[in-house]
Nanobody, 124 residues
Framework: QVQLVESGGGLVQAGGSLRLSCAASGRTFSNYAMGWFRQAPGKEREFVAA????????YYADSVKGRFTISRDYGKNTVHLQMNTLKPEDTAVYYCAANGGSSRYRISTSYNNWGQGTQVTVSS
C-alpha cells in the first residue's frame, strides 16, 4: 500500500502558475510510476501527466502539453506537477496516484493508490 498526500492547490488567475506536490509513503518510491489525474464538476476523471519509475520518461495529456511539467524527488519521496499558463478549463480537483505495475500510464485503472485530491481553481 502507498499513502499519498497532495498539496499546493488554490485559486489563481488565468495565465498564472501553481505547483502541486504529492508526498508518498509505504512502498519503495522508486519502484512505481506516478500519475496526476483531474476531475472537473460533472465530468469524468481524466489523465493529466505521468512519470515512470526512473523519472526518465514523462507523459502528458494533449491539453496540458507544453504548460505542465511532472517531476519526482527521490530524496523526499515526492512527485510534483508544475502548472504554468493556467486556463479556466484547468479548474478541477487534482489527484495523484501510484501505478500498480501497468505501462498504460494514461488509464486510471492502472493506478491502485490515490490521494485525497486538491482543488485548483483558475479564474478568468
Amino acid at each position: 500500500q502507498v499513502q499519498l498526500v497532495e498539496s499546493g492547490g488554490g485559486l489563481v488567475q488565468a495565465g498564472g502558475s501553481l505547483r502541486l506536490s504529492c508526498a508518498a509513503s509505504g512502498r519503495t518510491f522508486s519502484n512505481y510510476a506516478m500519475g496526476w489525474f483531474r476531475q472537473a464538476p460533472g465530468k469524468e476523471r481524466e489523465f493529466v501527466a505521468a512519470i515512470n519509475w526512473s523519472g526518465g520518461s514523462t507523459y502528458y495529456a494533449d491539453s496540458v502539453k507544453g504548460r505542465f511539467t511532472i517531476s519526482r524527488d527521490y530524496g523526499k519521496n515526492t512527485v510534483h506537477l508544475q502548472m504554468n499558463t493556467l486556463k479556466p478549463e484547468d479548474t478541477a480537483v487534482y489527484y495523484c496516484a501510484a501505478n500498480g505495475g501497468s505501462s498504460r500510464y494514461r488509464i486510471s485503472t492502472s493506478y491502485n493508490n490515490w490521494g485525497q485530491g486538491t482543488q485548483v481553481t483558475v479564474s478568468s
